[in-house]
Nanobody
Framework: VQLQASGGGLVQAGGSLRLSCAAS????????VGWFRQAPGKEREFVAA????????YYADSVKGRFTISRDNAENTVYLQMNSLKPEDTAVYYC?????????????????WGQGTQVTVSS
């Protein structure tokens, strides 16, 4: 499966962005999907994930209540709606997929990765 992340950009604090992760090669419904981010000088960190079934979602405490992950299997795409953005949300955001059904929080458990999209939040 190939993943293409898009939707990043420059936004003021308090604004919103919607990131997209488009899959090709295989249907995204075959996988659990996660979003991670990496800020300069920091390690990649978990942001959100959705189970293969799409029924249950997982969020980092830092984004809970502000970000929403969703999937549109008909479009073969997973979205990350980001509201009330803060300067500390600035990072490159990556989407990734995994075959198995646990350990959603750890990047090492994901099998395929997209190329990343830059999100910059100005204060």
């Amino acid at each position: 499966v190939q993943l293409q992340a898009s939707g990043g950009g420059l936004v003021q604090a308090g604004g919103s962005l919607r990131l997209s992760c488009a899959a090709s090669g295989r249907t995204v419904s075959s996988y659990a999907v996660g979003w991670f981010r990496q800020a300069p000088g920091k390690e990649r960190e978990f942001v959100a994930a959705v189970r293969r079934s799409g029924g249950r979602t997982y969020y980092a405490d830092s984004v809970k209540g502000r970000f929403t992950i969703s999937r549109d299997n008909a479009e073969n795409t997973v979205y990350l709606q980001m509201n009330s953005l803060k300067p500390e949300d600035t990072a490159v955001y990556y989407c990734a997929v995994k075959v198995d059904s646990d350990n959603y929080y750890y990047s090492a458990n994901y099998n395929y990765w997209g190329q990343g999209t830059q999100v910059t939040v100005s204060s």
